[in-house]
């Protein structure tokens, strides 16, 4: 069955730097885009990054451009997030999901299939 | 940046009632919108994309119109599992953005 898997969250201090992965399986990975949305806690949802089926377009939400860096492995089937300079506003429940092979505007830029999330936590 | 504004921010329904949730682009985004649920402690899950087509598996009792600027969600007869957040999101150009959810509780 479908299982996008995210890990590597916790606790870590401003300033610092962590690295999300999402395992996927049962679809085909390398088709696929891959987007990271993040939920502050009580809050709604905020897109961050995708990456396109094939590594080559990667867009950033401005809150995290430079910050953030979006990498994927076809050949695991793993999309990760690395996350550097973090700040506490950065505390938030991090999900990875699939969408449109190809990264541009005015197409299916929505989210199916979605992880069940991990927590980062952004404090000292 | 697209806004998305939805309303009501929280609607109290029973079950059995039709519910209705809007949604509002800040410009024109033809139908690249989609509709989302999310219950407590859970991922969102995809109800409606295109504004109106919805994805494979979703009850039929849900549905999606609109186009431009302004889409609504509606629910026909609200089962006890439809009481969650909703949230829209345009697909229509970077950054994605989200409306900031409308929360379907048990009156």
């Known amino acids: 069955q479908v299982q996008l898997v995210e890990s590597g969250g916790g606790v870590v201090q401003p300033g610092r730097s962590l690295r999300l992965s999402c395992a996927v399986s049962g679809i085909s990975f390398s088709s696929y885009g891959m987007h990271w949305v993040r939920q502050a806690p009580g809050k709604g949802l905020e897109w961050l990054t995708v990456i396109s089926y094939d590594g080559r377009t990667k867009s950033y939400a401005d809150s995290v451009k430079g910050r953030f860096t979006i990498f994927r492995d076809n050949s695991k089937y793993t999309v990760d997030l690395q996350m550097n300079s973090l700040r506490p506003e950065d505390t938030a429940v991090y999900y990875c999901?699939?969408?449109?092979?190809?990264?541009?505007?005015?197409?299916?830029?929505?989210?199916?299939?979605w992880g069940q999330g991990t927590l980062v936590t952004v404090s000292s | 940046d697209i806004q998305m504004t939805q309303s009501p921010s929280s609607v109290s329904a029973s079950v059995g009632d039709r519910v209705a949730i809007t949604c509002r682009a800040s410009q024109d985004i033809s139908t690249w919108l989609a509709w989302y649920q999310q219950k407590a402690g859970k991922a969102p899950n995809l109800l409606i994309y295109?504004?109106?087509t919805l994805e494979s598996g979703v009850p039929s009792r849900f549905s999606g119109s609109g186009s431009g600027a302004v889409f609504t969600l509606t629910i026909s007869s609200l089962q006890p599992e439809d009481f969650a957040t909703y949230y829209c999101q345009q697909a229509d150009s970077f950054p994605l953005t989200f409306g900031g959810g409308t929360k379907v509780e048990i009156k």
């Open positions: 999901a699939g969408g449109a092979g190809v990264v541009t505007a005015k197409y299916d830029n929505w989210f199916a299939p």
């Open positions: 295109a504004a109106s």
